[in-house]
Protein backbone atom coordinates (compact mmCIF):
# COMPACT_ATOMS: atom_id res chain seq x y z
CA UNK A 1 0.00 0.00 0.00
CA UNK A 2 1.24 3.21 -0.09
CA UNK A 3 2.54 5.59 2.16
CA UNK A 4 -0.14 8.02 1.67
CA UNK A 5 -2.11 8.89 4.62
CA UNK A 6 -5.56 10.68 4.97
CA UNK A 7 -6.06 13.26 7.67
CA UNK A 8 -8.83 14.89 9.82
CA UNK A 9 -10.13 17.56 7.39
CA UNK A 10 -9.01 16.43 4.32
CA UNK A 11 -11.89 16.86 1.48
CA UNK A 12 -12.83 13.59 -0.13
CA UNK A 13 -15.07 11.93 -2.53
CA UNK A 14 -16.00 7.73 -1.37
CA UNK A 15 -15.90 5.28 -4.46
CA UNK A 16 -19.41 4.27 -2.41
CA UNK A 17 -21.10 7.80 -3.03
CA UNK A 18 -19.95 8.22 -6.36
CA UNK A 19 -19.04 12.62 -6.39
CA UNK A 20 -20.38 13.28 -3.76
CA UNK A 21 -17.32 15.22 -0.84
CA UNK A 22 -17.29 15.07 2.17
CA UNK A 23 -14.71 16.37 5.15
CA UNK A 24 -12.61 13.34 7.26
CA UNK A 25 -13.49 13.19 10.42
CA UNK A 26 -12.06 11.96 13.47
CA UNK A 27 -13.09 8.16 14.12
CA UNK A 28 -15.53 7.56 16.35
CA UNK A 29 -13.49 3.56 16.49
CA UNK A 30 -10.38 5.86 17.90
CA UNK A 31 -7.22 7.20 16.74
CA UNK A 32 -5.01 4.43 18.21
CA UNK A 33 -5.99 2.57 15.79
CA UNK A 34 -5.45 4.75 12.57
CA UNK A 35 -8.91 5.34 11.55
CA UNK A 36 -10.95 8.47 9.80
CA UNK A 37 -14.65 8.72 9.37
CA UNK A 38 -16.97 10.30 7.28
CA UNK A 39 -20.80 10.97 7.70
CA UNK A 40 -22.73 10.15 5.52
CA UNK A 41 -25.97 11.91 6.74
CA UNK A 42 -27.22 8.38 7.21
CA UNK A 43 -24.50 6.66 9.29
CA UNK A 44 -20.74 6.99 9.88
CA UNK A 45 -18.09 5.29 7.67
CA UNK A 46 -14.85 4.75 8.99
CA UNK A 47 -11.57 4.09 6.82
CA UNK A 48 -7.87 2.73 7.58
CA UNK A 49 -5.24 6.29 7.29
CA UNK A 50 -4.53 4.82 3.51
CA UNK A 51 -8.33 5.22 2.58
CA UNK A 52 -9.39 1.43 2.68
CA UNK A 53 -12.28 0.91 3.95
CA UNK A 54 -11.47 -2.96 4.92
CA UNK A 55 -7.80 -4.50 5.88
CA UNK A 56 -8.10 -7.25 2.93
CA UNK A 57 -8.98 -4.54 0.37
CA UNK A 58 -5.83 -3.60 -1.73
CA UNK A 59 -7.08 -0.34 -2.97
CA UNK A 60 -7.94 3.23 -1.38
CA UNK A 61 -12.02 3.68 -1.27
CA UNK A 62 -11.16 7.41 -0.28
CA UNK A 63 -10.25 9.80 -3.42
CA UNK A 64 -8.63 13.26 -2.06
CA UNK A 65 -10.29 16.46 -3.36
CA UNK A 66 -8.56 19.22 -1.17
CA UNK A 67 -6.03 18.34 1.55
CA UNK A 68 -6.87 20.07 5.14
CA UNK A 69 -4.97 22.74 6.01
CA UNK A 70 -2.20 22.58 8.88
CA UNK A 71 -1.89 26.02 10.95
CA UNK A 72 1.64 27.00 11.76
CA UNK A 73 1.98 29.86 14.81
CA UNK A 74 5.29 31.52 15.08
CA UNK A 75 6.82 33.60 17.78
CA UNK A 76 9.51 35.93 17.62
CA UNK A 77 11.06 38.16 19.56
CA UNK A 78 13.45 41.61 18.20
CA UNK A 79 15.45 43.47 19.83
CA UNK A 80 14.87 47.05 18.17
CA UNK A 81 18.01 50.10 18.86
CA UNK A 82 17.90 53.38 18.99
CA UNK A 83 20.13 53.60 15.72
CA UNK A 84 16.85 52.38 13.61
CA UNK A 85 18.56 48.52 13.29
CA UNK A 86 16.30 45.53 14.72
CA UNK A 87 16.95 42.08 14.91
CA UNK A 88 14.76 38.89 14.99
CA UNK A 89 15.29 35.95 17.18
CA UNK A 90 13.50 32.61 18.08
CA UNK A 91 13.48 32.45 21.72
CA UNK A 92 13.21 35.69 24.18
CA UNK A 93 16.68 34.46 25.94
CA UNK A 94 18.11 34.37 22.64
CA UNK A 95 17.21 38.15 21.68
CA UNK A 96 18.79 38.71 25.48
CA UNK A 97 21.83 37.08 25.32
CA UNK A 98 22.65 39.56 21.64
CA UNK A 99 21.71 42.49 22.88
CA UNK A 100 24.17 45.31 22.64
CA UNK A 101 24.28 48.98 24.13
CA UNK A 102 21.19 51.73 22.45
CA UNK A 103 18.81 48.82 22.92
CA UNK A 104 14.91 50.46 23.01
CA UNK A 105 12.77 47.57 23.53
CA UNK A 106 12.89 43.69 23.00
CA UNK A 107 9.10 43.02 20.93
CA UNK A 108 7.21 39.87 21.06
CA UNK A 109 6.02 38.97 17.38
CA UNK A 110 3.19 36.06 17.10
CA UNK A 111 1.93 34.88 13.68
CA UNK A 112 0.23 32.07 11.57
CA UNK A 113 0.07 30.92 8.17
CA UNK A 114 -1.43 27.73 6.57
CA UNK A 115 0.40 25.22 4.34
Known sequence: MSE???KVGDR???HFYGD???TL???ILGDARGY???DTGADFLSFYKDGRYRLNHTHSSLILVERAKTKVKVKRYVNIYSDGFSFAHETRSSADASAWKGLLT???LT???EV
Open 111 to 113: GEY
Open 25 to 27: EKS
Open 36 to 38: VTI
Open 20 to 22: KVF
Open 12 to 14: VTC
Open 4 to 6: FEF
Open 106 to 108: CVE
